[in-house]
């Protein structure tokens, strides 16, 4: 399901020139267009959240997946800015949709089976982003856009399917429920003395985790490179290859997630991914040569790897379906300002120093999750609950 999802985003992605010389838009109309996926993203994920606690996350995983591989194929019959953003309106829904219920029905099966395995629900999506990419960049001269999207919604539709009706089919995982209760021998709950206040607050540092993260991956998405060309002066080849390096590592990293996360301790993993990705940050924004900053954007991708899944993962343990909903729509509102933030400070100091913002972004998502186990330690010492473990 992960992989349908980042496949299916990429199919769209990579047919985005296409669509717009269909469309006849400029630069700016296709922003506003753009704007209109994200908008059906935004609004969609805090009902989702709602729905996975009345019916469950399965079958709204299974719905919202099936929207979405319909409406990829609707931007290619747009033949207006108004019509591509209606099309965009649907398909934002779908994905917002999916993102939600996927990730709520991961975070159940991640405590069934009592083991950090986030990260490879997500190393799912990614891997099914670059087959989606590389199938798309195949047949970018071999098939129209239509054919090419409503192949992929095809696709999407018949895995949706086979993976839905296993899924529908097996025990359903127990939902997590906000957590107000400490873990006792044998899987009960004793109370715990935390309030609603507390459990939103947390969700909210977490979902605030998300949104750094997000901002880094959106920024260097749309950016590098533009940075790697104008600023370094390779290639476009070479650029491409800096950016496929950079997708490459962030999923290599997501491969690795679980067992860094049993090794290290989340909390751990995340601080470290942070500084990494900071570090590296600084590094390929300012080098001055390619091997350094295409090295730098390498570090940028192990660092990011695992914070946005983990973040995700620990809002859901919080506060259930809504949790990561809320967790969610920050994240996705981080990936929207990260591009428009880096595009204002490039016109304004240039884009290596923009580009830094990325590290600020980077070490704010290292440093909050210390503040996310500072304050549910406390809340354990407040419940008598003294360890904690398998949380870093």
Sequence with gaps: MFAVDGFLFAAWVVRIPDVRSQVHASHSALGLALLCLSIGAVLTMPAVGRLCLRYGSRPVTVGSLTLLSLAVALPAHAHSVTSLGAALLLFGAGYGGANVAMNSAAV?????????????????????????????????????????????GALGLAVTAGAGAALLRSPAAPMVAPDNGAAEPGGGRRPRRTGAGHVRLLVLLLGLTALCTAYGEGAIADWTTLHLTDDVHTG?????AGYAAYAF???????????????????????LGGLLAAAGMLLAALAPAAAPAI????????????????AIARAGTAGGPQGVALASTLGYGGMLIGPVVIGFLADAVGLPLA??????????????????????????????????????
Excluded: C, K
Excluded at 236 to 240: D, F, N, P, Y
Excluded at 305 to 310: E, Q, S, T
């Design 355 to 392: 580009l830094t913002t990325v590290a600020v972004a980077a070490s704010a998502a290292a440093l909050l999750p210390l503040a996310v186990g500072g304050g549910a330690v406390a809340a354990r010492r407040r419940a008598g609950d003294r360890t904690a473990p398998g949380e870093g």
């Design 108 to 152: 159940d099966l991640v405590a069934q089976l009592r083991r950090p395995v986030m990260p490879s629900f997500h190393a799912g999506y990614s891997l099914g982003g670059l087959l989606g990419a590389g199938l798309g960049g195949l047949l970018a001269d071999r098939l129209t856009t239509a054919w090419a999207l409503a192949l992929g």
């Design 236 to 240: 476009a080849g070479t650029a491409a």
């Design 249 to 271: 590592a962030m999923t290599s990293g997501r491969v690795g997630g679980t067992w860094l996360s049993i090794r290290l301790g989340q909390t751990r993993l995340m601080l």
């Design 295 to 310: 090295g730098g954007f390498v570090l940028v991708g192990l660092g990011l790897a695992n914070l946005f899944p983990l």
